[in-house]
Nanobody
């Protein structure tokens, strides 16, 4: 299983970026994908996630209303559209995959790190003020 993030870089406050996570090595039909971020000197923060088999699309409180997660199953790609960016969005962003989504169904959340078995290497997003 391999996850590769792209689309990061530098943006201005109020600007937009779209991150992509291309997944390979597994059948892209029963999965959960999460986006997490880690700002310098801080812990991981859940950004967004999608789990079709659980019927979940979720966002962290700090990005709700500004970020949108979507998927392109034929292309095995999950996107994170980030709008109205703020300096506090500056972080390394990681996508992660959970290939056993129904195992976690009782949790009714895809925003916790512990469920994700596979992680990308991360990509940097910097938002200038």
């Amino acid at each position: 299983v391999q996850l590769v993030e792209s689309g990061g870089g530098l943006a201005q406050t109020g600007g937009s970026l779209r991150l992509s996570c291309v997944a390979s090595g597994f059948t892209f039909d029963d999965f959960a994908i999460g986006w997490f971020r880690q700002a310098p000197g801080k812990g991981y923060e859940a950004v967004s996630c999608v789990s079709n088999s659980e019927g979940l699309t979720m966002y962290g409180d700090s990005v709700n209303g500004r970020f949108t997660i979507s998927s392109d199953n034929p292309g095995n790609t999950v996107y994170l559209e980030m709008n109205n960016l703020k300096p506090e969005d500056t972080a390394d962003y990681y996508c992660a995959a959970d290939l056993r989504p129904l195992f976690w169904k009782s949790h009714k959340s895809c925003l916790f790190r512990g469920r994700y078995e596979y992680w990308g290497r991360g990509i940097q997003v910097t938002v200038s003020s």
